[in-house]
């Protein structure tokens, strides 16, 4: 049966001990963008349920978990860690990756079903399901979006149903935009068979981007597509994740605290008292 990482829980952190005694307070030189950036995912959601792929959005997570811890009996926020990096085959200019086996499909469909994205649970959603991740090419997105239609089509599932439940919000790079600013989605031929307002991006300054999905030290290990089938891992204790936790803590702490939640419901565009940023159709 399909296991994901450990990761602590932050929002009600009986786990933690003692393991933050002593660390050193953490630099959150991003928070600014990040703050900015959550806001506007939060508003381009269509007051969905946020599914964060993979771990390159782990801060927002957390910023947001904070900010929406109040909401009792309310789950908004959904990790989904898969990541589908694997090496690939060919040369040159034929270079591609090589097909999901049949025994990764089958383990890809389990880590869905432990997120509740089932085509059976897409088809009876109340709100829209909106898959976050950092995007560049698009690939990512691709692998999910082929992994729950060719489930949804083998399930018999009613996918003129489906199709209107599931959103793909890409949080992109910074750039100056011109006609041909290279866009995701627009290269992803699979995009056309939903509605336009399923696939949309947030941009994110380019150092802070290239921050949380390249050089952030994370709190779990990788789910790449190679380490699917291994077995549950526990909670590590060395030094780096020691920090980690530390940063992840701090934000959720932040986005609890009034001032975060503040901050996040002006760049989510609600009026500044409002706070309860759930219980606007965003």
């Known amino acids: 049966m399909a296991s994901v990482p450990f990761r602590w829980d932050l929002v009600t952190p009986d786990q933690l001990g003692s393991l933050l005694d002593d660390a050193v307070p953490p630099d959150l030189w991003f928070l600014p963008d990040l703050v900015a950036c959550s806001g506007k995912v939060l508003a381009r959601s269509g007051d969905g349920d946020l599914f964060f792929v993979g771990r390159s959005l782990d801060s927002m997570f957390d910023l947001l978990s904070g900010v929406l811890a109040r909401q009792a009996g309310v789950r908004r926020l959904h990790r989904l860690p898969l990541s589908f990096q694997r090496p690939p085959v060919g040369t040159g200019r034929r270079t591609r990756s090589r097909a999901l086996t049949a025994a990764e499909i089958a383990r890809g469909?389990?880590?869905?079903?432990?997120?509740?994205?089932?085509?059976?649970?897409?088809a009876r959603r109340d709100r829209p399901a909106v898959l976050v991740d950092v995007v560049d090419g698009g690939a990512t997105f691709t692998e999910l979006f082929t992994l729950i239609r060719d489930w949804v089509e083998q399930e018999r599932e009613p996918w003129p149903v489906i199709r209107r439940k599931i959103r793909f919000l890409g949080v992109t790079?910074?750039?100056?935009?011109?006609?041909?600013?290279?866009?995701?989605?627009?290269?992803?031929?699979?995009?056309?068979?939903?509605?336009?307002?399923?696939?949309?991006?947030?941009?994110?300054?380019?150092?802070?981007?290239?921050?949380?999905?390249?050089?952030?030290?994370?709190?779990?290990?990788?789910?790449?597509?190679?380490?699917?089938?291994?077995?549950?891992?526990?909670?590590?204790?060395?030094?780096?994740?020691?920090?980690?936790?530390?940063?992840?803590?701090?934000?959720?702490?932040?986005?609890?605290?009034?001032?975060?939640?503040l901050a996040v419901a002006r760049a989510a565009g609600l009026p500044a008292g409002r706070l309860d940023v759930s219980r606007t159709s965003l």
């Open 109 to 122: 469909r389990e880590f869905l079903e432990l997120a509740g994205l089932t085509p059976h649970a897409l």
């Open 173 to 261: 790079i910074r750039r100056a935009t011109s006609p041909k600013t290279f866009r995701w989605q627009q290269h992803a031929a699979w995009t056309r068979t939903l509605p336009a307002v399923a696939t949309v991006n947030v941009s994110l300054e380019r150092r802070v981007w290239s921050y949380f999905g390249d050089h952030q030290v994370k709190l779990t290990r990788s789910l790449r597509l190679d380490r699917w089938m291994a077995e549950a891992d526990g909670p590590r204790h060395d030094e780096r994740t020691r920090q980690a936790l530390a940063e992840a803590a701090a934000l959720v702490a932040y986005g609890r605290s009034r001032t975060g939640r």
